[in-house]
């Protein structure tokens, strides 16, 4: 299932032929089949295709592999945890933060670490670890700030 997802980002023509709802759902089921072929897909995966094709539901084709990518994440007992900072994380920090969100996991999980930077935060950080989702950037303390006051007056 990965093969399409990293083909659908590489090649704008695919991602055009999987969003044109002008064309009709069995042209596009036969045209899947022989890319699924070329692709070397395994029945499932192939099966899975052209099913959506048939459904006319090909646009949630990325929604779908982001979900099973996220099932078999958790299956295999990795945790998705995402980090987004006003600026860019030196070696050091990352480490640091890296051995303090291991400490929110059990023994058999392992940690999947993203980082993201939004100069937007001002400073600060916004972290998304499993279904948690913590947010503590100066943007959002300014904002609830302000709120407050706007309420007051």
């Known amino acids: ?8 980002k590489a090649d704008a023509r695919l991602q055009e032929f999987i969003k044109d709802p002008s064309m009709k759902r069995l042209v596009k089921k036969d045209i899947l089949t022989k890319i699924a072929g070329v692709l070397k ?6 099966n899975l295709l052209t099913l959506l094709a048939e459904n006319g539901r090909l646009k949630n084709l990325d929604t779908v592999i982001s979900t099973f990518k996220t099932l078999m994440a958790a299956h295999r007992g990795e945790v998705v945890c995402e980090v987004t900072t006003a ?3 030196d070696e050091a920090t990352k480490k640091e933060l890296e051995s303090a969100l291991k400490g929110f996991l059990k023994s058999n999980q392992t940690l999947l670490l993203t980082t993201k930077v939004n100069p937007e935060l001002l400073g600060g950080m916004i972290v998304s670890i499993g279904d948690k989702y913590v947010d503590m950037s100066i943007a959002s303390k300014v904002k609830k700030m302000t709120e407050v006051i706007s309420a007051a007056v």
Do not use: G
């Open 1 to 8: 299932m990965y093969a399409p997802k990293n083909q659908m």
């Open 41 to 46: 897909l395994s029945n499932l995966s192939t």
């Open 87 to 89: 600026k860019a994380l």
